[in-house]
Antibody, heavy 126, light 110 residues
């Protein structure tokens, strides 16, 4: 059974750096093809993909946050860490990590996130 | 403004069949698979449909997905009160080089 759980501060001040940890079980991020994604959701709004980290350490970030975002992994601890700099009140929302399934087959992406962590609400306010 | 377009809300009565549409473009739905997520208030999303029409184990066959061109649909038949939730479509976008989500549709069971 795969489980994921996010942890970190519930509140940060504007311009500060947010660090969130995703601790998971039931899979290894050192196995080929495995990936973990981060998705956020502002209060009352839609889901937004932030990025994905892959088993080989490769990372993909959404252009909207690329310059502020860094993912790292610690395979021995089964953890992925999200670091987002220069936080703004617009970054307020629930941050989810999720296990990525599927992949790229014959020129066609069939990937989805399953399961998701419970999410952690981060408020950016002075 | 989400890349994929969904109606903000749909409603139906118990037992009815409802559909939720998801409109995209050639760089996302037109080129890649579509997934659907169900989200209850205060909870994490859960995959309902993956790869256009596949149901994970445990998802009732009342839920079905389809795709045609740059659009996709989620159909829920035999509507039940416990289906009241938010539904999101998603697909990989070749231009973004990552997944994109729809704006979400709130399903109300009257």
């Amino acid at each position: 059974q795969i489980t994921l759980k996010e942890s970190g501060p519930t509140m940060v001040k504007p311009t500060q750096t947010l660090t969130l940890t995703c601790t998971f079980s039931g899979f290894s991020l050192s196995n080929s093809g495995v990936a973990v994604g981060w998705i956020r959701q502002p209060p009352g709004k839609a889901l937004e993909w932030l990025g994905t980290i892959f088993w080989d350490g490769d990372t993909r970030y959404s252009p909207s946050v690329k310059t502020r975002l860094t993912f790292t992994k610690d395979t021995s601890k089964n953890q992925v860490v999200l670091r987002m700099t220069n936080m703004d009140p617009m970054d307020t929302g629930t941050y989810f990590c999720a296990h990525r399934r599927g992949g790229y087959t014959s020129g066609y992406y069939e990937t989805w996130f399953d399961p998701w962590g419970q999410g952690t609400l981060v408020t950016v306010s002075s | 403004q989400s890349v994929l377009s969904q109606p903000p809300s749909v409603s139906g009565t118990p037992g009815q069949r409802v559909t939720i549409s998801c409109s995209g473009s050639t760089s996302n739905i037109g080129s890649n698979a579509v997934n659907w997520y169900q989200q209850f208030p205060g909870m994490a999303p859960k995959v309902l449909i993956y790869t256009n029409s596949q149901r994970p184990s445990g998802v009732p066959d009342r839920f079905s997905g389809s795709k045609s061109g740059t659009s996709a649909s989620l159909a829920i038949s035999g509507l039940q009160s416990e289906d009241e939730a938010d539904y999101y479509c998603a697909a990989w976008d070749d231009d973004l080089r990552g997944p994109v989500f729809g704006g979400g549709t709130k399903l109300t069971v009257l």
